[in-house]
């Protein structure tokens, strides 16, 4: 019963605002002071020390510290003179600052690892992303088929016969390609030889010259050496990779919801003046949010 409700939608709902709340107050929520006093505490010159420190690798001296605390004041001061003259209004690179300030709180809000069960369960529906590619170990000859006019598939079938009774490989044309790959995954081989190449493999034998295989560049001899197929690896093997994974994905879901919850307290309008104008020349009709 615990469990259920612990997972209600409305309960995730309230437990954000209530954390917004919190987290709203403590980046600077509470009743700010009059606008002619500026309070320069401890905590504010730690933070200071801390940020030159990251930046240098080492502390700051006393008149480091000394210069740090006149560049934030003077910034202080320009920052509210800025927002008493209304220079925050309409300026795209603050409005999107601003933005990204209240998503990184609201992203921040849902840091609770899963219980395996939970992640059994999301592991279960999304397997195939973390699929593992099959590998391939091979040899190829490389033929152009410029090279034999309109009989290059004779001349290929030919070739393949006296590579199976053991002649040297003899390629014909100049590409620039290897002519053998041990332990290669199909996204190498892909990279060298292009997707079609990499698909015929799948049903190529194991252990014996077969071919013509196409390419972007042309047609090849292939002998398999070795082919381990892709497989979905179990949970224990990409575990932490899926945690990040399922969290990023609740963060996403969290800062979704609560979106659209503050999106409800507001009337949208779309002018006439807007919208875009469709083909035909009749374009969307004005939309209001609830």
């Not at 892909?190 to 799948?202: C, D, H, I, K, N």
């Amino acid at each position: 019963m615990l469990k259920r409700i612990l997972r209600e939608p409305l309960l995730h709902f309230l437990l954000l605002g209530v954390l917004l709340f919190f987290a709203y107050g403590w980046f600077g929520g509470n009743a700010p002071p009059p606008p002619d006093e500026i309070v320069i505490d401890a905590a504010r010159v730690e933070t200071l020390q801390n940020q030159f420190e990251r930046t240098w690798q080492r502390p700051p001296t006393p008149r480091e510290v000394e210069g740090l605390i006149d560049s934030w004041l003077r910034e202080e001061i320009f920052y509210r003179e800025g927002l008493a003259l209304g220079l925050d209004q309409g300026d795209p690179v603050v409005r999107r600052r601003i933005a990204q300030k209240m998503d990184f709180i609201s992203e921040g809000l849902l840091v609770a690892a899963p219980d395996d069960a939970d992640l059994e369960a999301w592991f279960a529906d999304n397997a195939e992303r973390y699929r593992v590619d099959p590998v391939f170990s091979l040899r190829q000859v490389y033929y152009d088929p410029g090279r034999f006019d309109d009989e290059w598939a004779g001349a290929v079938v030919a070739a393949r016969a006296a590579l199976e009774s053991g002649a040297d490989p003899e390629p014909v044309g100049g590409a620039m390609l290897p002519g053998a790959l041990a332990d290669a995954p199909a996204r190498e081989v892909s990279r060298v030889f292009g997707q079609v190449f990499t698909e015929a493999l799948g049903e190529a034998p194991v252990g014996r010259w077969h071919g013509p295989v196409r390419s972007g560049f042309g047609v090849h001899l292939v002998w398999i050496v070795e082919r381990i197929p892709g497989r979905v690896p179990e949970l224990a093997e990409v575990r932490d990779e899926a945690e990040r994974d399922y969290l990023a994905q609740r963060r996403e879901a969290a800062n979704d919801a609560l979106y659209e919850s503050l999106k409800a307290r507001y009337t949208v309008r779309y002018e006439a003046a807007a919208t875009t104008d469709a083909p035909n020349g009749s374009g969307p009709a004005p939309k209001r949010s609830p």
